[in-house]
């Protein structure tokens, strides 16, 4: 009955055997419960204290570590498979495959035991799916979306203000569009940032980034267009007033008494004091990441940025059907924001064809229902704008940042000053130089 994979469980405890990136890899993101057998269990609980205690891994260390707690006899199965099946980088696919056989397992189990419940408890039913479900006790379970008026609406309203109460907000930064987000950045939601290309949402994500770190918040970006390097580029860039192109990218080429060294490593240092994680995930499955959340919220990161979102691996290779697989993640996005109580904010492109259909660059919230169902899932929207990216015969332009989609609160546009070569983007606004319109209406 038990959804078992022991070729694949034990090509991962040989992995992390013969190889220390593969065992860090594999502590980090697995645990005993991946694993479906006690001798299983008991090399894995060997392999970590090895890790933790800075030692060497081998099979005469983890044999070792086990004596003094288990059997090492399932240890000989492990090392004696064939070495083509052990590639340090193929860790990643191995480790989503666990955790999706651990998820089956474990809803097998609750399944089981509340069939068991059932039949000999005479409890009420909703009581025993919160007690199996380890739902906390005054967590209402509604059988119907119908709410009856009298005690139960008032009811119904108080806990819906008590959630609000209870719902932090974060701030973008950015006062005059802080004064016009109803909710913020809210824990337990999603925002998306969407413009076509060239128009400034990886720019505004690191300014986003910046002032959330400088505020103490923690933030954890993920790399799914960049590579780290050029992400890194961008927020030196933003805190030293250093063009990114002609000279942060180009520090490698700077004198040892160059004096803008000096200003470097003060944004350096003052990176190094924030919680911030900037992670690559190119390569990376929705399930690797929602663990990784899973672990980064636990120390503190309260937004994930993912630009762009549909870089990942998942999305990438679905040919066919591919707004359903985004659908069928941003599900259980939406789920995983709420039970960690942190903000997700999914940066998207919106496509050229719609700029050739209509013969009008600017954005509308009907432009992102093409790259998928964002809008449907997000609380709110945020759409870019630069002129300057459209009509090249103008010397500079501001940025406009369109509220398309919010509750509660006004759909509305902004202008703010981007500074090109800096990246940075500031409140004070700039009126725009060249031929490009102003345009008044922005959601329609």
Known sequence: MLIKDTLNEQISLGMMIKSEEAAIKGIAYLTEEHYSTSEYRYIFKAIKNLVEKEKEINEYSVKGELSSFGDSSSLFEILTISDEFYFPEKMDSIIEILEDRRCRRESLEKINKFQKRLQTDPTEFVEIIKDIYSIPSDFKIVDSTIIKPGDSRLEHRKSQLEYRKNTKSISTGYDELDDLITFKFAEGEISVIGARPSNGKSAFKTNLIKNLCSSGIGVASYALEQTLEIEDFRLDSIMTGFSLKDEISQMHKWLATDKRWEKLHQAWEEQAKWNYYLIEGTSKRWAQVRNEMKSLAQDGVKIFFFDLFDRLKEIGEASI????????????????????????????????????????????????????????????????????????????????????????????????????????????????????????????
Do not use: W
């Open 321 to 444: 059907n591919k707004h359903a697989k985004i659908t069928s993640i941003l599900v259980d996005a939406l789920e995983t924001a709420k039970a960690l109580k942190v903000h997700i904010c999914l940066l998207v492109q919106i496509g050229r064809d719609s700029i050739k259909k209509k013969k009008d660059p600017y954005p509308r919230l009907v432009d992102l229902k093409e790259s998928g169902s964002y809008e449907e899932f997000a609380r709110l929207v945020l759409l870019l704008h630069y002129p300057k990216a459209h009509d090249r015969t103008m010397i500079t332009s501001p940025i406009e940042i369109i509220i398309a989609k919010q509750s509660n609160g006004p759909l509305v546009s902004k202008d703010f000053r981007f500074d090109e070569k800096t990246l940075l983007i500031s409140n004070n606004t700039v009126k725009p130089i060249g031929n490009f319109p102003k345009r008044n209406e922005t959601t329609k």
